[in-house]
């Protein structure tokens, strides 16, 4: 496995009522690498095959002897250099939605950063996101009531039709790191 090619991709922690199996995208028959990110999702790690992203395993990352740690900064190294030029971030209303390439949306959480200039931009640190699902993540500022009210409609527009959903929760930016939010009505 070429660690040059891995990047972070987040899931939400698996119900424990859904069916289990071989998942897609285990191309070894190992488990998915992953760790808690933020409230219900966790951070996996993927790399893109052209078509289909195949998950890094507990086996690929035995043959290459590094850590989960080690693992991530490579990741988050390699997302923002794909992201460069890439990235889109329009206003739209009260609410600024993250545009990327349709999968890795939600990933741009990992991009310090990209938070820094919006902290710097809207004036204050004090950021709230939604990602209802992997190719959707928009923010706002956290004072920002027209703010959360949008943020709200668009989880319940995407919710339904999500191909890959992940969580209706609120998060705040908190320093260098993301928390649930519990100012959300979410």
């Not at 900064?73 to 889109?88: I, Q, Y």
């Not at 206003?91 to 710097?120: H, K, Q």
Request: overall charge negative; aromatic content about 10%; proline content about 6%.
């Amino acid at each position: 496995m070429d660690l040059s090619t891995v990047l972070p991709y987040v899931k939400p922690a698996l119900d424990p009522s859904a069916p289990r199996g071989n998942p897609v995208g285990l191309h070894d028959g190992g488990v998915p690498v992953s760790r808690p990110f933020v409230g219900s999702l966790l951070t996996t790690y993927v790399v893109d095959e052209g078509d289909w992203f195949r998950y890094v395993t507990d086996t690929d990352m035995r043959a290459v002897g590094h850590s989960v740690e080690q693992l991530h900064g490579h990741a988050v190294e390699n997302f923002a250099r794909f992201a460069t030029g890439r990235l889109d971030m329009p206003r739209y209303g009260a609410i600024t939605p993250v545009l990327l390439d349709g999968n890795l949306e939600v990933s741009v959480m990992f991009l310090d950063d990209v938070w820094e200039w919006c902290a710097a931009e809207f004036g204050t640190a004090e950021i709230v996101a939604v990602a209802p699902c992997r190719e959707v993540l928009a923010f706002c500022p956290a004072s920002s009531v027209d703010g959360r009210a949008e943020l709200e409609e668009l989880i319940e527009r995407v919710w339904c039709s999500a191909d890959h959903p992940l969580t209706k929760d609120f998060y705040r930016r908190a320093g260098r790191t993301w928390v649930l939010d519990s100012g959300s009505t979410a």
